[in-house]
């Protein structure tokens, strides 16, 4: 499947970001440059940016333009609780670990209000930085019903709150809880860390609109290679 083109551009510029080739302070095309660069539409352009912007990435400036940040090695944790958010929770090279359908019952986190019979999605994936190391392991559940098709999608590029407002998925809040815990052996290997460890988890819960539970998901992350952050815009 054809990788779209904001997240083809996207993920170039984030690519010259984190290897330095866009040092900090460097000011980035602006949407009209990138339009004409790319041929491409506003629109996209603006999502480009948006995007980059989102992920701590770069600084946007009213009438100024758009700037590589100080520090780039830094993610948004507010993306995780955005119900209406374009692009990946965490950005970089995303690889599918696994996807099956199991019992709720048997997946690898709780759903509150699911029954233990009821079929779900697992997807886990794992996230790596320009280096290529493992910066994440990411677990999403979903009622199968709710996405029976899911397992047709890009699953590497996928963003679950996307897919769903494509397919018409009613979700209506998140929630994001903070969870200190021990690493288990298999996530320590992907993680390339000593099973043990002290980590954070983020867990996010997002429901329908109705109150029924829409996905279950986790992000357990690397504290030694990224930095986390909460940043809220003011509109002006």
Do not use: C
């Not at 780039?72 to 099956?100: F, W």
Request: hydrophobic share 40%.
């Amino acid at each position: 499947m054809a990788v779209p083109a904001y997240l083809r551009i996207r993920n170039e510029l984030e690519r010259q970001i984190r290897s330095g080739a866009l040092p900090p302070g460097t000011r980035l095309p602006t949407e009209s440059e990138l339009q004409r660069e790319h041929s491409i539409g506003r629109a996209t352009a603006q999502r480009v940016l948006t995007e980059l912007a989102q992920a701590g990435l770069v600084e946007r400036h009213r009438r100024r333009g758009t700037f590589v940040a100080s520090s780039a090695r830094q993610e948004n944790l507010l993306r995780i609780a955005n119900p209406v958010l374009q692009g990946p929770e965490i950005p970089g090279r995303h690889a599918v670990d696994s996807i099956t359908v199991l019992p709720a019952g048997d997946a690898d986190v709780e759903l509150p209000g699911v029954a233990d019979d009821v079929p779900v999605h697992q997807l886990r994936r794992l996230k790596f930085d320009v280096d290529d190391n493992p910066i994440a392991v990411e677990l999403s559940v979903i009622p199968f019903a709710l996405a029976p098709r899911l397992q047709d999608e890009d699953l590497v590029h996928l963003t679950v709150h996307d897919y769903f407002t494509r397919i018409g998925v009613p979700a209506a809040k998140s929630r994001v809880y903070i969870d200190p815990i021990n690493l288990d052996e298999a996530t320590a290997e992907r993680l390339q860390l000593p099973e043990g460890k002290a980590v954070i988890r983020l867990r996010r819960m997002t429901w329908l609109t109705d109150g029924d539970l829409a996905e279950v998901a986790w992000w357990i992350m690397r504290p030694d290679l990224v930095e986390y952050f909460l940043e809220q815009t003011i509109p002006q």
